[in-house]
T-cell receptor, first 115, second 111 residues
Framework: DTAVSQTPKYLVTQMGNDKSIKCEQN?????MYWYKQDSKKFLKIMFS???????INETVPNRFSPKSPDKAHLNLHINSLELGDSAVYFC??????????????FGPGTRLTVL | RKEVEQDPGPFNVPEGATVAFNCTYS??????FFWYRQDCRKEPKLLMS?????NEDGRFTAQLNRASQYISLLIRDSKLSDSATYLC????????????WGAGTKLIIKP
């Protein structure tokens, strides 16, 4: 059984388009994340939700909008795609326990290419 | 100075050798430290947490040096399957949820 799944795995699209990436976790975790990994391999946090509430919102263009319909899902919608959005987007989840950092489990990634 | 810095490598190491690499962090108040492993074109996976007293998991040993603000990872008797990028992860003290990720050290084990 896949713990954290993302769809699609590959996404090739034209500049200016709007696209969505979906993420689901079946681990029962209460915290989910979106990360962007660019060509230089830096993994940068974009958003995090805890119990469907946005708790981290890094400096990300407002073209990116996360949506968490429930604790098991965190989707990412991107408007007006730009060339610089090309990257691998990873979804992750963890169980929040006050004062500790638990292991984050990652999805397989969505490789976005904007032409 | 970056919050978490790693030598990007690659480290080219013969099979069976011992290899070690460090990661420095800038926030002296950081409390949680981890090593993740990322294979080529795959997602990161937790390798081990790093405890204050140092810890070992089979061929892997992690150490924390708070005075000099670095963590280290030692791999003994390296295997071909150890080839991967090793990511250093540190918590951001002013955030309860946020982890800061290093760019990773690439390790290539050669037969």
């Amino acid at each position: 059984d896949t713990a954290v799944s993302q769809t699609p795995k590959y996404l090739v699209t034209q500049m200016g388009n709007d696209k969505s990436i979906k993420c689901e976790q079946n681990l029962g975790h209460d915290t989910m994340y979106w990360y962007k990994q660019d060509s230089k391999k830096f993994l940068k946090i974009m958003f995090s939700y805890n119990n469907k509430e946005l708790i981290i919102n890094e400096t990300v263009p407002n073209r990116f909008s996360p949506k968490s319909p429930d604790k098991a899902h965190l989707n990412l919608h991107i408007n007006s795609l730009e060339l610089g959005d090309s990257a691998v987007y990873f979804c992750a989840s963890s169980q929040w326990v006050a004062g500790t950092y638990n292991e984050q489990f990652f999805g397989p990634g969505t490789r976005l290419t904007v032409l | 100075r970056k919050e978490v810095e790693q030598d990007p490598g690659p480290f080219n190491v013969p099979e069976g050798a011992t290899v070690a690499f460090n990661c420095t962090y800038s926030n002296s108040a950081s409390q949680s430290f981890f090593w993740y492993r990322q294979d080529c074109r795959k997602e990161p996976k937790l390798l081990m947490s790093v405890y204050s007293s140092g810890n070992e998991d089979g061929r892997f040993t992690a150490q924390l040096n708070r005075a000099s603000q670095y963590i280290s990872l030692l791999i003994r008797d390296s295997k071909l399957s150890d080839s991967a990028t090793y990511l250093c992860v540190v918590n951001r003290r002013d955030s309860n949820y946020q982890l800061i990720w290093g760019a990773g050290t690439k390790l290539i084990i050669k037969p």
